[in-house]
């Protein structure tokens, strides 16, 4: 009987580390996400009213001619 409840206490254990590993995992995504999101915010900043598309598209026109 006794070898029954540390077999379940170790089941309980061990269901505890990985719902603690998954929810570091989830954690340290979402940190990544919004590091991600403020260095684009700052990128973004710094371009100002430049447009890509626009500006590719007048390269590729300069090569043609």
Excluded: P, Y
Excluded at 39 to 58: F, N, P, T
Aim: aromatic letters at 4%.
């Amino acid at each position: 009987m006794a070898t029954q409840k540390e077999e379940q206490m170790d089941n309980l254990h061990l269901f505890q580390k990985r719902m603690e590993i998954l929810a570091g995992a989830k954690l340290r995504e979402t940190d990544r996400m919004n590091s991600a999101v403020k260095i684009q915010d700052v990128v973004r900043s710094k371009i100002g009213a430049w447009h890509g598309s626009e500006e590719i598209r007048r390269w590729r026109e300069t090569r043609k001619s």
